[in-house]
């Protein structure tokens, strides 16, 4: 029996992402959560005939609590999107708290429940909701995950149209660090297979990489981010982590972890400094089970993102882990 759970179930990412979890025959219990329209996009997805019984919940009645009791797996794509002009960190004054007051109902109601955080500003949230569930007592760094896989589908996507492969399922590339612009780092020299392109050309996949949230942002002039590709990558995650947790050896993909509690993870952060960064991890019963080392044979090139990154990221993790210890209970 696995409960999945999604909060933010009515949003742009959320109905998608909740479509596709309806679809997944390892989830027998798929409990829909948002402030408005949950029950509306439960009783539509209900009717689907595969084997997850859906539910859908609304904050009354304790409705948060009920929703995600016991749950194993709980998505997050709750929370505001970017408008044109806007960075990610813009999103962290109503974000940081939305994220906060649902890790605070995670760590009453399903204290062992894989959290997989898609809302912005990722950077931030997930030390927040790090910091809430070790204040709580039930920190567990192997089930905590900052979805950073969309950055990891851009990459595939663009480098099989840079490189002409037809075959973009087969591309394998790891991009590390955190979720924003320059904190973005994809490391095309360990592309599988490999590839080469131009200095000039490779520039302009990395930032291509690096911005890509802001193209869709631009393209949908107001009306929000980044919603389906969102979805596919979500789901994409959620059914490695859900794979894994059934026993199936040898998944890997890269997440925004707390280093220091994967193991593994302590020497990526003494190299990096970083509390948190998205590495690929490799999945087990036991959720992350080994964060995987990507820093060695950097180019030098790589080793210029690396250091804007960190410089740039932890200013991001400090501001979520302050405001997780200042801010007060939310309602
Ligand atoms: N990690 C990534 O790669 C990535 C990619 C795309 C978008 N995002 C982020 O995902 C978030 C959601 O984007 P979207 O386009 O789906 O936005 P959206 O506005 O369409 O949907 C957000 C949903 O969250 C709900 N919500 C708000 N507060 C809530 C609460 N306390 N509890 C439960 N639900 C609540 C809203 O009612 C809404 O239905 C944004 O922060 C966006 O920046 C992250
Ligand atoms: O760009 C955004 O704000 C949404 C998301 O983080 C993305 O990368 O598409």
Redesign the pocket.
């Known amino acids: 029996m696995v409960k999945a759970v999604v909060?933010?179930?009515?949003?742009?990412?959320?109905?998608p992402?909740s479509l596709l979890l309806k679809t997944c025959p390892l989830i027998t219990e798929l409990a829909l959560?948002?402030?408005?329209?949950?029950l509306g996009v439960a009783a539509d997805l209900s009717h689907i005939s595969t084997p997850a019984k859906v539910t859908g919940y609304l904050?009354p009645d304790d409705g948060?609590k009920k929703a995600m009791k016991d749950a194993d797996i709980i998505v997050?794509?709750?929370?505001?999107?970017?408008k044109p002009g806007m960075t990610?960190d813009d999103?962290f004054n109503?974000?940081a708290?939305?994220?906060k007051?649902?890790i605070e109902i995670i760590a009453e109601v399903a204290p062992k429940a894989y959290i997989l955080?898609?809302?912005?500003?990722?950077n931030s949230?997930v030390p927040i909701a790090a910091e809430v569930l070790k204040a709580k007592g039930v920190f567990n760094a192997q089930r905590l995950f900052?979805?950073?896989?969309?950055?990891i589908v851009r990459a595939e996507t663009f480098i099989a149209e840079a490189s002409g492969n037809k075959s973009v399922q087969s591309i394998n590339i790891p991009v590390i660090g955190g979720?924003s612009g320059e904190t973005i780092v994809p490391l095309f020299s360990q592309a599988k297979p490999s590839f080469s392109v131009d200095d000039e050309k490779l520039a302009a996949l990395v930032n291509r990489v690096q911005f890509g949230?802001d193209e869709?942002v631009k393209a949908k002039d107001g009306a929000?981010?980044?919603?389906l590709?969102?979805a596919y990558?979500?789901f994409r995650f959620a059914e490695k982590v859900l794979r894994a947790m059934n026993g199936e050896k040898g998944i890997v993909e890269p997440s925004f972890v707390y280093l220091q509690g994967v193991p593994g993870g302590e020497e990526i952060y003494k190299a990096t400094g970083c509390d948190f960064f998205s590495v690929p991890i490799e999945l087990g019963t036991n959720g992350a089970e080994k964060a995987l080392n990507p820093l060695t044979n950097l180019t030098d090139k790589e080793q210029t993102l690396l250091k804007a990154c960190t410089e740039a990221l932890g200013g991001h993790i400090k501001k979520g882990v302050t405001f997780a210890n200042s801010a007060p209970p939310?309602k």
Do not use: E, F, K
């Open positions: 909060a933010g179930a009515a949003g742009g990412i959320g109905q992402l959560y948002d402030v408005v329209n949950s904050p948060g997050i794509p709750a929370g505001i999107p970017r990610r999103l109503i974000n708290g939305i994220v007051g649902l955080i898609i809302s912005n500003p990722v949230t900052g979805v950073t896989t969309l950055d979720h949230g869709v929000g981010s980044a919603t590709s969102m990558a979500g939310q």
